[in-house]
């Protein structure tokens, strides 16, 4: 078990690595690095809270603390802040923030939910939550759809160019330049809505049901399926993935939302309950 | 009224009598001015274009339109035995499909092109300031522009390039989309080169980057295209920032190569890039199309564009034949209808002033009458009248339309006495 005020600095950390966050949704939605400014120490800062937080539990317990998930996400959070702070002061790989934010922020968030803090004040805010919950998450789905659709168009588009016999099919579908700018757009859109969702959804379920949640499939299946949306914004904005690998991972993300949705068919009976 | 078109075009002569025949812009009013005064010539618009000059005329019945165009042009200081050979003459309903068929861009030298509106909106605009174009021309020539509106939105057959460059043109607008703020660069500054360029700094290209072996050349093409120049020993360290790469060059060698090509595209993180290669030999290596996010297209392949274009027009034309005759057909009986009209009204006029001759014979005869018994006089002979009138004026009506309609006009007017129109 981790100390109370161990827990406390994990979520001091959490909420400076916050920062971080914003700041990549801030360059994907307005393209703007201004943040960075901030977000760099503040990450820096929250590594040094989250060190902090991991040292005294290990004091506490004798040990390092691996005992169980929170432990572990807890401790594996570090160690990829870690890494990346070592990346950022050898090569200034600041590109890499984009990637790295979210992930420890989500993690560190993860980690800091072993003890439970609070219950529903009534049911009504229990209920609203969840609704917020679902209603971002299917926001989210609807951006990654559209990013899998625009995929596919360009990637017809693109044979068509390649081949050089444009049929007349050809004539309707809308440039490279204005597909790719729909797919920039809606994956961004999916993303940061599928982000909040998730935040929403590991808070709600960490109010509700404490830690049991944790160890629920559908869950890990969520997390995974954020990650590698997070994976495929990264490398658009880094890399500038286009064409067909573009296409193919946009349609293993919208894949992996779909099963994730079909997990969470069960949530329908908490609504109703 | 007479309708004719009468003149020559690409079709029927070469370029060394159409040269001589075409008019000055500066002298079509005073030309329009002389038609129009010529005995039994009403309206007049003349179209004079690089392929074609044509004289639309609406005259009298009597008056012969084509010998007024061979008499105009001869008083042109053309000797007539030059152009004579090559004019045609079209009356009715020819002339109409004819007219049609022009503004449709159906009888240009390249089916479909969208200059020709243009020109011939022009010419009845100047017609029209002039006075030489009013009632008649004005009911044909405005359906002609309706006609030409409808092939467009209804097939297509302006929508495809029929032109190396300006394949090139439209390609590049499937890959980009807007041609706004995009930059090029031209690697030799051939003829081809130079005009593909200029196609595409016309369609919204902005920066334009030139490099040639001989940087004179180079020099010379920059300043044509407010371009830079970029010394030819090291065009591919600014080979990432251009959007569109135009190749023509004598170099026996490949000028890019997929290597070169895939380190621009890492660099510009794979924002497509579209290279025309017009020169012989090839100048950039065919593999370069096997990149993803390159789009590689060499003289050929534009020519295949622009082959497949030209054939997808040839179907598309015969779609739009239908529909240019079947406005033409539409456009005769409105026509029709219209010169049923005078006789109409004579034949009412006839019957009124029999009605009210009558009546004025008879008034003193009849004493006095009151208020009640006037109107039913009144209207018992406007009855009687407009009974009488119903036949011959939906026999007319039926008629006007139909082959023999002439003959039906004839006759009304020779049965009710109603004189020459």
Redesign the interface.
């Known amino acids: 078990m981790m100390h109370e005020s161990a827990i406390f600095w994990l979520r001091v950390a959490t909420v400076l690595y916050s920062i971080g966050l914003i700041h990549a949704i801030l360059v994907l939605v307005k393209r703007k690095t201004v943040l960075f400014r901030y977000a760099q120490p503040a990450f820096t800062a929250a590594a040094l809270f989250h060190f902090v937080s991991i040292v005294e539990t290990t004091m506490a317990v004798g040990r390092l603390p691996v005992d169980n998930f929170f432990e572990a996400v807890s401790l594996c959070a570090l160690l990829i802040s870690g890494a990346y702070l070592i990346l950022f002061w050898r090569y200034h790989f600041a590109s890499l923030s984009l990637f790295i934010f979210p992930l420890v922020f989500l993690m560190s968030q993860l980690g800091a939910m072993e003890t439970p803090v609070a219950s529903w004040p009534n049911s009504g805010v229990r209920d609203a939550w969840l609704f917020a919950h679902v209603a971002t998450v299917l926001l989210g789905y609807v951006g990654l759809l559209v990013t899998a659709l625009a995929s596919i168009f360009y990637l017809v588009q693109e044979r068509q160019l390649k081949s050089k016999r444009p049929e007349r099919f050809f004539d309707r579908l809308p440039p490279l330049a204005t597909l790719d700018n729909l797919i920039t757009n809606s994956m961004t859109f999916g993303f940061v809505f599928i982000t909040i969702g998730v935040i929403a959804g590991s808070a709600w379920a960490f109010i509700e049901s404490g830690t049991s949640w944790i160890a629920d499939p559908k869950i890990a299946i969520s997390l995974f399926t954020w990650v590698f949306c997070l994976l495929m914004v990264f490398l658009r904005a880094s890399a500038g993935l286009r064409g067909r690998k573009a296409a193919l991972m946009a349609i293993t993300v919208l894949g992996c939302s779909a099963l994730t949705w079909a997990a969470h068919v069960g949530l329908r009976s908490l609504i109703l309950r | 009224m007479k309708f004719t078109v009468t003149g020559l075009s690409h079709k029927t002569a070469p370029v060394e009598v159409r040269e001589r025949l075409a008019f000055d812009a500066e002298v079509l009013p005073v030309a329009l001015r002389s038609l129009t005064a010529r005995p039994g010539l009403l309206e007049a618009m003349i179209l004079s274009t690089c392929n074609r000059v044509e004289i639309s005329l609406a005259s009298e019945e009597s008056a012969d339109p084509e010998l007024a165009v061979d008499e105009f042009f001869s008083s042109t200081n053309v000797d007539p035995a030059q152009f004579r050979p090559y004019v045609y003459h079209y009356i009715g309903a020819d002339a109409i499909r004819h007219l049609f068929r022009v503004a449709s861009s159906l009888d240009s030298m390249v089916v479909g092109e969208p200059q020709i509106l243009g020109q011939f909106k022009a010419a009845y605009a100047l017609a029209r300031e002039h006075g030489a174009a009013s009632g008649f021309l004005e009911t044909v020539i405005t359906r002609a522009f309706s006609v030409a509106k409808r092939v467009r939105t209804e097939t297509?057959i302006g929508?495809s390039a029929v032109s190396v460059s300006f394949a090139a043109v439209e390609?590049a607008?499937?890959?980009?989309?807007?041609l706004k703020d995009r930059a090029i660069m031209i690697i030799g500054a051939g003829k081809m080169s130079e005009a593909a360029a200029r196609h595409l700094a016309r369609n919204g290209v902005t920066r334009i980057l030139v490099t040639n072996r001989t940087e004179e050349r180079a020099l010379e093409m920059a300043r044509l295209f407010n371009g830079a120049v970029v010394p030819y020993t090291d065009y591919l360290t600014s080979l990432h920032e251009v959007d569109i790469v135009i190749t023509s060059s004598g170099a026996p060698h490949y000028v890019l190569t997929r290597e070169q090509v895939k380190r621009a595209l890492d660099k510009?993180?794979?924002?497509?890039v579209f290279l025309i290669d017009i020169g012989v030999p090839r100048n950039i290596e065919p593999a370069v199309?096997q990149l993803?996010?390159a789009?590689l297209?060499d003289i050929d392949?534009l020519r295949?564009?622009v082959e497949?274009n030209v054939e997808?027009r040839k179907q598309v034309a015969l779609e739009a034949e239908r529909i240019v005759e079947e406005e033409a057909a539409r456009m005769m009986e409105r026509l029709k209808i219209r010169a049923v009209a005078p006789t109409i009204l004579n034949l009412q006029e006839q019957l009124e002033t029999v009605r009210a001759g009558e009546i004025a014979r008879a008034r003193g005869r009849l004493g006095t009458l009151t208020k009640e018994q006037e109107e039913a006089i009144e209207q018992i002979t406007r009855g009687i009248i407009n009974k009488i009138a119903h036949g011959p004026i939906s026999e007319l009506r039926r008629n006007a339309a139909q082959a023999d309609g002439v003959h039906v006009i004839s006759t009304i007017r020779r049965i009710f006495r109603l004189g020459d129109e």
């Open positions: 297509e929508s390609l607008r499937e890959i980009f989309g807007s510009r993180r794979n924002r497509p199309n993803e996010n789009f297209y392949d295949g564009v497949r997808n």
